[in-house]
């Protein structure tokens, strides 16, 4: 859903006495001269840094070498190196630095579960023995340097010790959000050729079980059949089952909810408990030193093609640029509680659960639930019970919310909140004075952070104590981002202006490469607009320099603050039988944001019925995963065409919004097509 630009939002919110008090940055004038070092400078600035927070780098940067890079894909390949020469390891900086620093003792992790009443605590010392042992795990499982290691886990503390003992030893984690399909996870594998899989044997969100060891087995299969074999799974018991021990308690840093409907089948030779792993293992294991450029992890983001990128991720310039957007974009301070609502399975987890807030040694809470679950108040029955400072949501649950009213939350004090903050799309003006009035009792600001799996951190957002807010707007750029407007020439626009969102310089955070697939890269990010990295999202930028997204400029939707390709829900729909051809665009929905509108063409004979709908809905779930859903299905006998055969997506847009007003339409082979697909247009109700 596009904010709209805002025109009709004239209120600003200037940061309150109380926000600045104590900020990091305490006005616009400071933050222009941090901002504008850290473009003209950067060695110097992110030197500073480094310092501030006491990073450890074996080998030091070289001022002299600190950046490097090409970002013109007509000059050559497009190369991003920061600080390449030093030695770290980002396991050590976000674990073994805060202990060795005191900060041994204190809570990493408050990890509330899916029931209220589970829950359990985790200290930076506890979880760095944790750490140790799976590192020590994973070595004795052969696993090594630059091996890609596959994750599908409930969020569970045993997800982050996964992540960070792959970060010790150098291997590249590779997490699979736990809502994926076997389909999909099964991909994931086989792109990165991840030989070890570590999952859980199920999770419940909210009243719903999740046969997490099931769908892996499913996955696992998959590989199997074309030609790939997954040596080990290496499995938690976060639920326990009848058939294995009668759900008997394990050791585990995370409470078991005994589940005797599942039947965790553990094959031989290939599945591990993980508590049976662990047992015995030494807590002691040394960090491998590893150059700044070596890989940190892999994160699969839609494509517009259908598959998935593999998203790569380096080590010391996303462990800064995670590191500098938490502590300065929540403003947070030793003390302060923290939440963050995203799963770890997508980047807002990777960089705002766990390096981020580890690298400022935070207390976070993690969150296994529903935030509905058992009813609409949990959120700020959570924020109450672990007196939440600043939490970090996404614009659909706010929507959500929204819908029950006042009441659920009313009920709680909030009081303890201090900073909001929005990701994943466009937050429109309603929800975002819904946010700041109901939910922050007007007391705290809002960061509305725009920023891509790519991206590795945010790139566009304001800073509490100091941006002036208005509401759908994320302001201005982060340090290190140099933001341009350019229109579909690549020429750049001045002041006011609504073009394409590119940056023009490299951050320390931005992506290095498509795993396997460096002219994918350069494809997707640098061809369009020599010179600059393009986000694919279109914006307005006003006349006191705000930017306002707009929206995706590609063949990309974005559903709850996820992106799907229309490509990818297309490759599922014509897979079935019945499917002669089908199309996707995005829709405005009431709460995800945007949802799946597709036209599908049946083969001769075939019979379009509530029956075939609901096949290829639970088609589209099977294969992507449930979140993908396919809201509105449209029998199109036939599709818009060029006469060069493109199907004009354009139209059919403007059909799923019944907007008869098509724009050009000279191009089209066929126009009598529209004709039927308007006649034959459902009721849309989402
Ligand atoms: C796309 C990236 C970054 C974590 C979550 C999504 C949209 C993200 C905002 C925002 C407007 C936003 C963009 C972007 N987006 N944040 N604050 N305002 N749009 O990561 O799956 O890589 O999606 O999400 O369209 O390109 P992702």
């Known amino acids: ?83 390449q020469g030093a030695k770290t390891n980002v396991c050590y900086n976000v674990l073994d630095r805060n202990v060795k620093n005191g900060l041994g003792d204190n809570i990493a992790f408050y990890w509330e579960g899916n029931d209220p009443g589970d829950h359990s605590t985790i200290t930076y010392g506890q979880l760095l023995k944790e750490v140790c042992k799976f590192s020590n795990v994973l070595k004795s499982l052969g696993v090594k340097k630059g091996d890609r290691v596959a994750i599908y886990m409930p969020m569970i503390v045993e997800l982050v010790v996964a992540m960070l003992a792959c970060a010790r030893i150098g291997a590249m984690h590779s997490i699979v959000f736990g809502g994926f399909s076997a389909d999909s996870l099964a991909g994931r594998m086989l792109d990165a050729k991840s030989a070890v899989l570590i999952t859980a044997d199920g999770v419940y969100r909210g009243a719903k079980l999740v046969d997490l060891k099931k769908i892996s087995d499913d996955a696992v299969d998959v590989c199997k ?112 509680i923290y939440w963050c609502t995203a799963d770890v399975g997508w980047i807002t987890g990777h960089s705002y659960v766990v390096y981020g807030p580890m690298a400022s040694g935070a207390t976070s809470v993690m969150f296994e639930g529903v935030p509905t679950y058992p009813d609409e108040g949990r959120c700020w029955d959570i924020v109450d019970k672990y007196k939440v ?43 975002w004075l819904f946010y700041y009035h109901k939910i922050g009792d007007g007391r705290s600001p809002i960061v509305d952070t725009f920023w891509q799996t790519e991206t590795g951190g945010h790139t566009m957002t304001p ?94 939707f974005n559903v709850s603050g996820h992106l799907l390709s229309t490509a990818e829900i297309e490759s599922a729909l014509i897979e079935h039988p019945k499917v002669a051809e089908a199309a996707a665009v995005a829709y405005p929905h009431k709460t995800k944001g945007e949802c799946c509108y597709s036209f599908v063409t049946l083969i001769e004979g ?73 006649a034959n247009r459902p009721d849309v109700n989402v």
Not at 258 to 265: D, E, I, M, Q, V
Not at 403 to 417: E, F, M, Q, T, V
Not at 543 to 554: A, L, N
């Open 1 to 83: 859903m596009a904010s709209g630009g805002g025109e009709n939002n004239t209120q600003v919110y200037p940061p309150s006495s109380a926000s600045q008090n104590g900020a990091y940055v305490t006005s616009m004038q400071q933050y222009k001269e941090m901002h504008k070092q850290s473009i003209e400078d950067p060695a110097s600035f992110w030197s500073k840094i480094i310092e501030d927070f006491g990073f450890h780098f074996e080998t030091p940067p070289n001022r002299d070498k600190f950046l490097e890079y090409n970002f013109d894909v007509t000059k050559g390949p497009i190369d991003i190196k920061w600080m």
């Open 225 to 336: 059949t074309k030609g790939f074999d997954v040596s080990t799974m290496v499995v938690v018991r976060h639920l326990g089952s009848k058939s294995v021990d009668n759900g008997a308690e394990v050791n585990s840093p995370t409470p078991k909810r005994p589940c005797y409907s599942l039947s965790t089948n553990m094959v031989s030779g290939r599945d591990r408990w993980w508590h049976e792993i662990m047992e015995g293992v030494s807590d002691q294991c040394d960090t491998e030193w590893l150059d700044a450029e070596d890989p940190l992890f892999m994160l699969y983001t839609s494509g517009s093609t259908g598959t998935p990128k593999g998203v790569v991720h380096t080590q010391a310039g996303y462990l800064l640029y995670a590191a500098t957007t938490f502590k300065y974009v929540f403003d947070y301070h030793p003390g302060d």
């Open 389 to 431: 400072n600043s939490i970090y949501t996404a614009p659909t649950l706010i929507r959500t919310l929204m819908k029950y009213g006042d009441a659920p939350i009313k009920k709680y004090s909030r009081k303890s909140l201090r900073v909001l903050g929005t990701v994943g799309e466009p937050i429109n003006p309603e929800a």
């Open 463 to 556: 800073l509490p104590g100091a941006t002036p807010l208005k509401p759908g707007s994320c302001t201005f750029p982060f340090f290190g981002i140099e933001p341009a407007v350019v229109n579909d020439k690549g020429e750049e626009l001045e002041g006011v202006c609504e073009g394409y969102l590119v940056f023009k310089k490299p951050w320390p955070g931005v992506m290095r490469t498509v795993y396997g697939n460096h002219p994918r890269y350069e494809g997707t990010y640098f061809k369009q607009f020599p010179g600059y990295y393009k986000t694919g999202d279109g914006c307005r930028r006003d006349e006191d320099g705000y930017y306002w997204i707009t929206g995706r400029m590609d063949d990309m």
């Open 606 to 678: 075939a019979e379009f019925n509530e029956t075939l709908i609901s096949e290829l809905r639970s088609h589209v779930r099977t294969k992507i995963g449930p979140f993908a859903a396919a809201e509105v299905v449209h029998n199109a006998p036939g599709l818009p065409k060029t006469r060069s055969g493109k199907i004009m997506r354009r139209v059919l847009r403007k059909i799923a919004k019944n907007d008869h007003d098509l724009g050009d339409v000279s191009t089209m082979a066929d126009s009598s097509v529209v004709d039927v697909l308007f």
